[in-house]
């Protein structure tokens, strides 16, 4: 049976292990979005965020005969740009550029441990994997709905469609889901679902 | 750092989706028992302005465009091109290559022969155990294993077989002793008035016991769980017998409470730690009174009060190594201290570097030192019976 790299984790990880490189590829987009928006969450501008990723990128492709897990590898991405982005603050410091990311810092997030960042984005992303499975109205009705958390008539308000089309279109976006996702994961959507 | 729990972010995810049902309730609840900060992070989770304009701000991110931008870095190094060599020079070039093969042989094997004393050196560093000494009054000692872990120092001690440990005149000199870890031990004991104290790597501890108070002094690290004793006859929390710790710039005074005590010879530093009740703290003419949760630090003449976390403080009793937000030099101290090895640091400023970590103190050194290389920070190199710290340049 052909193994597919997207769907087999164990398959992904041990090709990553043999230094394949469309299996780092795969690990690199998969992870990227979220550390640059942690990156950033930390106050860090986009352009040494986007150095600061490539480096990492680059030292996880050395020594990726170290890993044993995806989780092991995402939990190095993250702990290692939290690191980066200590010692880039701890530079522009030294440069007397404070101020400028002083804003940054007063948000409630910087005081969460890295654990619970970790949670928060990976929940972003598991919430931005789920909708963006969906077709295009369906993917903005369940968005305004579920995100933004606006009621049925405001969403039918939003888009210009019937209160009516709004309840299809929810509708469609869950049976969508549960056509759309493997066996297991249907299973657990099930457990939430309640159909 | 602790696992990332798939099924709470899971569940986190969905939350938004669809309402939970009763299992994924109760296991959101269960996780949100298990830290305050989890609530606060399902009420930022609640902010939908904050979660949308992140959502918005994730998708924008271009791993696409990043990766195209960056594939060449990734790919395997392709193969230079080779020139052809006309003429004699061959004859040359193979004379240099196999002059050069021979040095770089003898190079080779001798060290090979260093790299196998550095690897008999590193699989010989184990993590450290339960031993101490005790030294009597009289100048006797008696070494303490580990079957005597958790052993009540009193005229009744016995060994192993069950013989009385101290003879006639011993107990008598047994109002005051020392007990001393070596590097690489540990060691916890009942005192003769009750007081249970566990002993970190090379500490000393001596006891002695007055009429009117028990005095110890300390060097090194440790946690004490003081027994309230009364003055003989009397009654009354203003007649109990004070204990007294003495260490080389701190003086802390308690009637019967819990507290960890830490004063290395070779840091600067003495730093006492409140759990439970109250203790009276003097340095020179200086005096503070200490809560619970609260820890007093002395450098140098100045004492001050600070809130420290109380499982990064107790970790090493309780078998782990709590590293937060550390700075390596004090790392590295810890675990000089408890694998019995020496550090070598390149330079100077890598002993301010920060690390996040939580082992145990049962592994390997090899494997903490794995875990402080996968920051990518620094690397180290076990040479000549030491281990080296770098700085990671790549």
């Known amino acids: ?195 | 750092m602790k696992n990332i729990p798939t099924h709470i972010i899971q569940i986190l995810a969905y939350r938004h989706i669809e309402p939970l049902n009763e299992q994924q309730k109760d296991q959101l609840a269960s996780w949100l028992a298990e830290d305050a900060v989890n609530q606060d992070l399902l009420t930022y989770f609640d902010d939908k302005g904050k979660l949308y304009q992140d959502l918005q701000q994730l998708k924008q991110q271009d791993a696409d465009g990043a990766w195209e931008k960056h594939r060449l870095l990734f790919e395997p190094a392709q193969q230079t091109p080779v020139r052809k060599m006309q003429g004699q020079a061959w004859v040359k070039w193979t004379l240099a290559i196999a002059a050069l093969c021979l040095l770089a042989f003898g190079v080779f094997l001798y060290q090979s022969n260093k790299i196998k004393e550095d690897q008999q050196f590193a699989d010989s560093i184990k993590p450290g155990s339960d031993k101490a000494t005790l030294l009597l009054a009289d100048g006797q000692t008696i070494e303490l294993s580990e079957d005597a872990s958790g052993i009540r120092i009193d005229s009744n001690m016995k060994d192993a077989d069950g013989n009385p440990v101290l003879s006639q005149a011993e107990k008598q000199a047994l109002s005051s002793f020392t007990v001393a870890t070596p590097m690489g031990g540990q060691f916890n004991m009942t005192l003769p008035d009750g007081t249970k104290v566990w002993l970190n790597s090379n500490t000393t501890l001596t006891y002695e016991s007055l009429k009117d108070q028990r005095i110890v002094n300390l060097q090194g690290e440790a946690y004490f769980e003081v027994a309230s004793l009364q003055l003989p006859g009397t009654w009354g929390k203003a007649n109990k017998l004070p204990f007294v710790v003495q260490t080389k710039d701190q003086r802390v005074e308690v009637l019967g409470t819990q507290f960890n005590v830490k004063s290395f010879a070779e840091e600067k530093t003495t730093a006492t730690t409140l759990l439970e009740g109250q203790v009276q703290i003097a340095m020179n003419t200086q005096q503070m009174l200490l809560y619970p949760g609260e820890q007093a630090v002395s450098t140098g003449q100045r004492l001050k009060k600070q809130n420290v976390n109380m499982s990064t403080v107790m970790a090493w009793k309780q078998g782990e190594f709590v590293f937060n937000e550390e700075k390596l030099g004090e790392i590295i101290a810890q675990l000089e201290r408890w694998y019995n090895v020496k550090f070598e640091l390149q330079d100077a400023r890598l002993a301010d570097i920060r690390f996040e970590a939580l082992v145990s103190k049962h592994l390997q050194l090899k494997e903490i030192l794995n875990l402080l290389e996968l920051t990518g920070k620094v690397r180290f190199i076990v040479k000549d019976q030491k281990i080296l710290v770098k700085r990671n340049t790549k």
Request: one cysteine or more; glycine letters at 4%; hydrophobic letters at 40%.
């Open chain 1, 1 to 195: 049976m052909k193994r597919d790299l997207h769907t087999d984790e164990q398959f992904l990880m041990e090709q990553f292990k043999r230094g394949e490189t469309a299996a780092f590829e795969i690990i690199f987009k998969r992870n990227y979005p979220a550390l640059c928006l942690f990156l950033q969450k930390m106050g860090v501008d986009t352009f040494p965020a986007e150095e600061m990723l490539n480096d990492l990128f680059l030292k996880l492709w050395d020594k990726c005969a170290d890993f044993d897990s995806l989780e092991g590898i995402r939990g190095f991405l993250y702990i290692s740009s939290k690191n980066a982005a200590l010692n880039h603050f701890d530079k522009l410091k030294r440069l007397q550029k404070r101020e400028e990311h002083y804003l940054a810092q007063q948000d409630q997030w910087t005081s969460f441990p890295v654990q619970q960042q970790i949670i928060y984005l990976e929940t972003l992303k598991t919430i931005e994997q789920v909708i963006g499975q969906l077709p295009d109205q369906c993917q903005q009705v369940m968005q305004l709905m579920f995100i933004e958390g606006l009621t049925p008539q405001e969403v039918a308000d939003q888009l210009n469609i019937a209160r009516g089309t709004v309840y299809n279109q929810k509708a469609r976006g869950l049976s969508f889901l549960k056509e759309k996702l493997s066996p297991e994961q249907f299973l657990f959507l099930l457990l939430f679902f309640d159909f």
